[in-house]
């Protein structure tokens, strides 16, 4: 057999951490159920640039401000695939998320979608996130005196329902029903067969592994493919815009009057819910343990709740509200800096270009930019282990170099969802924090789940109504 690295950047070498053993490479220096965490803590001391190398992988990490903003340089370098996103081709087609960018659907898709992205177009599913916050606050009211809250799980549940009546006006009942909707499931399901799979190719020989787990799990796959198509089908000729499908199934593009495909359509809408939902619950659970880790933080939060929202707990921000809540989103800011819930994002070339000074990149080679690395580069981020929201006053930021902080991504292949993901952290901090105290358990450890994208794990809140004498006296 011919053992051979794939994206081997011609040969050269990078620093990696431990011992190297033949075959398996560096698996052995992290841990398979936290390997993002693993990388990061074994990175210490390696320098800007260093690479992990399991089976027939080679991944070439970047760590440091200056390398993130050469690669963030898009007259160089474009998004790339690595092998765990191009497993989710699988899933998700060639929707926004998984397409090369080369792929005519990603120009259309992304030019027919920015317009249903943008702040101003927030407005349109401004109501659908209070109703579903008001929905959880509902849902915990009578369950709060009982004991903590989970809040990673209701974090998930939250914005998957968001996500669903947004994109297709579907109502999974995750907070009517004990059971998770069979959608969620086969979605997990099938997205858990992804990273499977990803692995599997890794490994020699390991094709046929990855084709044995596709035949295990196809049926999930199917589920959600065929629910989805009906749902499109059902909606053939309707004019109604008034969520994401009834967009893509109207709109045209204005020069060539062209528009998504079913099969495409489904793709988008399984991509809006993947990347969508456990990245922003990740978010919003990192936020709220920050908070209840900080004091003085949740004071001033609540603080500026009750100067926004007044004396009813029960207020919902309007649409305008929801950018006043400056500190909130702050917070939200610097949680996503320490966390970012997803923890990185890759780059090719165009051409065959020098990175560093030093390396010779080519386009079939690719970089991961490591954002728990990047954001905590200290020649940039003072204190970088501090939780310091006003790190993100206007006039810090402008003091730090551009590129130093990318939660959302780079360039043209940059996170769509971005507004979308703030308006409704904002909205639901906000809402939340005016409505309840909460306290965490002081003796919680932080626990970091590596799904598709990092979430505390076990993480509980014990929550209280706050009273209207309460905002009143604090305002
Ligand atoms: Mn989102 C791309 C982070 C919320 C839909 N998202 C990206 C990328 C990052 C990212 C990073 C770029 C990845 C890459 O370069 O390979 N996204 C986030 C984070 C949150 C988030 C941290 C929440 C917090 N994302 C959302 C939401 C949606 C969404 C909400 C949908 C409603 N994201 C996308 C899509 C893309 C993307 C679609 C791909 C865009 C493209 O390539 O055209």
């Given at each position: 057999m011919v053992w051979r690295i794939r994206n081997n950047w011609s040969g050269q070498q990078f620093p990696h951490a431990g011992r190297r053993l033949p075959l398996?490479?560096?698996?052995?220096?992290?841990?398979p159920s936290r390997p993002i965490q693993s990388m990061l803590e074994n990175s210490v001391g390696l320098g800007p640039i260093f690479e992990l190398q399991a089976f027939r992988q080679k991944i070439v990490f970047v760590g440091s401000v200056e390398l993130a903003a050469e690669l963030c340089d898009e007259t160089r370098f474009g998004k790339a695939l690595p092998p765990a996103v191009e497993a989710l081709r699988d899933y998700a087609g060639d929707g926004l998320f998984t397409a090369?960018?080369?792929?005519?659907n990603w120009q259309l898709a992304h030019e027919l979608l920015m317009p249903a992205f943008t702040k101003s177009a927030m407005a349109s599913y401004h109501p659908i996130m209070v109703e579903t916050a008001t929905e959880l606050f509902d849902y915990w009211r009578p369950r709060i005196a009982d004991g903590p809250v989970d809040i990673s799980r209701d974090m998930t549940k939250l914005t998957m329902e968001t996500l669903s009546r947004s994109a297709f006006?579907?109502?999974?009942?995750s907070f009517s029903t004990a059971k998770p909707h069979p959608f969620v499931k086969a979605m997990v399901s099938a997205l858990e067969n992804g990273r499977r799979k990803g692995a599997f190719r890794?490994?020699?020989?390991?094709e046929v592994l990855a084709r044995l787990a596709d035949r295990r799990y196809a049926h999930h796959q199917a589920y959600n493919d065929r629910m989805l198509d009906e749902l499109i089908a059902a909606r053939?000729?309707?004019?109604?815009?008034?969520?994401l499908l009834g967009i893509m199934l109207n709109v045209a593009h204005p020069e060539t009057g062209e528009k998504l495909s079913p099969v495409n359509i489904r793709h988008q809408i399984l991509t809006f819910l993947v990347a969508g939902h456990e990245t922003t619950s990740g978010a919003l659970s990192f936020a709220l343990y920050f908070l209840a880790r900080n004091p003085q933080c949740l004071a001033r939060a609540q603080a500026e709740t009750d100067e926004i929202l007044g004396d009813d707990p029960a207020a919902m921000p309007s649409f305008e509200q929801v950018s006043k809540f400056r500190y909130i989103r702050r917070v939200l800011d610097e949680s996503l800096r320490i966390w970012p819930t997803v923890p990185g994002f890759a780059r090719s070339p165009r051409e065959t270009t020098t990175l560093a000074d030093k390396y010779t990149m080519r386009p079939q080679d690719y970089a991961v930019v490591s954002l728990g690395l990047v954001h905590k580069d200290p020649a940039v981020w003072e204190n970088p282990d501090e939780f310091d929201?006003?790190?993100?006053?206007a006039v810090n930021v402008k003091k730090r170099p551009a590129h130093s902080y990318k939660p959302f991504g780079a360039g043209a292949r940059a996170c769509i969802g971005r507004q979308f993901a703030i308006h409704e952290a904002v909205l639901v901090l906000a809402s939340m924090l005016h409505r309840f105290d909460l306290s965490g358990d002081p003796d919680y450890q932080l626990d970091v789940d590596e799904r598709l994208t990092m979430l505390p794990r076990g993480f509980e809140l014990s929550l209280r109504a706050r009273s209207p004498q309460m905002a009143e006296s604090t305002s």
């Amino acid at each position: 057999m011919v053992w051979r690295i794939r994206n081997n950047w011609s040969g050269q070498q990078f620093p990696h951490a431990g011992r190297r053993l033949p075959l398996v490479g560096d698996l052995l220096t992290f841990q398979p159920s936290r390997p993002i965490q693993s990388m990061l803590e074994n990175s210490v001391g390696l320098g800007p640039i260093f690479e992990l190398q399991a089976f027939r992988q080679k991944i070439v990490f970047v760590g440091s401000v200056e390398l993130a903003a050469e690669l963030c340089d898009e007259t160089r370098f474009g998004k790339a695939l690595p092998p765990a996103v191009e497993a989710l081709r699988d899933y998700a087609g060639d929707g926004l998320f998984t397409a090369h960018s080369d792929e005519p659907n990603w120009q259309l898709a992304h030019e027919l979608l920015m317009p249903a992205f943008t702040k101003s177009a927030m407005a349109s599913y401004h109501p659908i996130m209070v109703e579903t916050a008001t929905e959880l606050f509902d849902y915990w009211r009578p369950r709060i005196a009982d004991g903590p809250v989970d809040i990673s799980r209701d974090m998930t549940k939250l914005t998957m329902e968001t996500l669903s009546r947004s994109a297709f006006s579907h109502d999974f009942g995750s907070f009517s029903t004990a059971k998770p909707h069979p959608f969620v499931k086969a979605m997990v399901s099938a997205l858990e067969n992804g990273r499977r799979k990803g692995a599997f190719r890794a490994i020699p020989g390991g094709e046929v592994l990855a084709r044995l787990a596709d035949r295990r799990y196809a049926h999930h796959q199917a589920y959600n493919d065929r629910m989805l198509d009906e749902l499109i089908a059902a909606r053939d000729g309707s004019t109604d815009q008034h969520d994401l499908l009834g967009i893509m199934l109207n709109v045209a593009h204005p020069e060539t009057g062209e528009k998504l495909s079913p099969v495409n359509i489904r793709h988008q809408i399984l991509t809006f819910l993947v990347a969508g939902h456990e990245t922003t619950s990740g978010a919003l659970s990192f936020a709220l343990y920050f908070l209840a880790r900080n004091p003085q933080c949740l004071a001033r939060a609540q603080a500026e709740t009750d100067e926004i929202l007044g004396d009813d707990p029960a207020a919902m921000p309007s649409f305008e509200q929801v950018s006043k809540f400056r500190y909130i989103r702050r917070v939200l800011d610097e949680s996503l800096r320490i966390w970012p819930t997803v923890p990185g994002f890759a780059r090719s070339p165009r051409e065959t270009t020098t990175l560093a000074d030093k390396y010779t990149m080519r386009p079939q080679d690719y970089a991961v930019v490591s954002l728990g690395l990047v954001h905590k580069d200290p020649a940039v981020w003072e204190n970088p282990d501090e939780f310091d929201p006003d790190r993100f006053l206007a006039v810090n930021v402008k003091k730090r170099p551009a590129h130093s902080y990318k939660p959302f991504g780079a360039g043209a292949r940059a996170c769509i969802g971005r507004q979308f993901a703030i308006h409704e952290a904002v909205l639901v901090l906000a809402s939340m924090l005016h409505r309840f105290d909460l306290s965490g358990d002081p003796d919680y450890q932080l626990d970091v789940d590596e799904r598709l994208t990092m979430l505390p794990r076990g993480f509980e809140l014990s929550l209280r109504a706050r009273s209207p004498q309460m905002a009143e006296s604090t305002s």
